[in-house]
């Protein structure tokens, strides 16, 4: 069995917002799988969601391109939001853009085989940090449309059928600021619905309702997490009263796809405790 430490505790408190006993409880049934434990907890609690893992960022930047019926977003990523700020490093991440668009490439390795990996080296030289491209993913569409949130760390490529490139930038705008799953419900892995289903079923359970309407119940939270989390059924966020949706089809367009990069999405971050880390280097050096 996993030890349940005081720090894996916290962050899912963190998390969850839950005790510290409940969560510690949890963890212990769940062998020290955070994840796990909050789905339990979910099921036990009536939790609705948790918060994602604070420890899951990094820094650098993204960046997006689209013109002529193609759109690449990547990410480049640096150790610390100083040097993402930095112009060298602006220029070096435009330089990667620029050749991985030319060449629709998403192949990180590929785009950065030759030069770019020589600049790359000698930028590390000069900052002092490590900076790494970690990916591109690109939309193929009769009309594709970026968007770059102003901190340059959402960057969203959307490609329609129909329409123009104002209205591929403005539900590229949305998908920034709302962050969809899916463009539409029917596109949703069956797993997921599944796994939601699950959670509602066990928070249902002790509700002492009819069969029947515990069922009903069930139905309509999966109905309305299938809708929250597709493109098309969410309220567009410059105008709640039409639905994105609605607001493609007014423009005579229909959603291909759509790409959203988040700086540091997945990427574990280590915490450092700098008065710890100097303590232990004073130590070691008396």
Known sequence: MAQV????V???RDRTGLGMMECKRALAES?????????ELRKSSGMKAAKKAGRTAADGLVAVK???GYGLVLEVNSETDFV???EGFQGFVGSVLDAAFAGKQ????AVMAGDLESAREALVQKIGENISPRRAASVEAPVVGGYVHSNNRIAVVVGLTGGDEALARDVAMHVA??????VSSDQMPAEVIEAERAIYTAQAADSGKPAEIVAKMIEGRVSKFLKEGSLVDQPFVKDPDTTVGKLVAAGGAEIVGFVRFEVGEGIEKEEV???AEVAAQVKSAS
């Open 273 to 275: 405790d700098f008065a």
């Open 106 to 109: 998403t192949d990180i390795a």
């Open 31 to 39: 062998d020290g799988d955070i994840e796990k434990a909050i789905e």
């Open 66 to 68: 689209a013109e002529n």
């Open 177 to 182: 600021a709302v962050n969809p799953v899916v």
């Open 84 to 86: 993402a700020r930095d």
């Open 10 to 12: 916290k962050d899912l």
């Open 5 to 8: 430490t005081a720090s894996l």
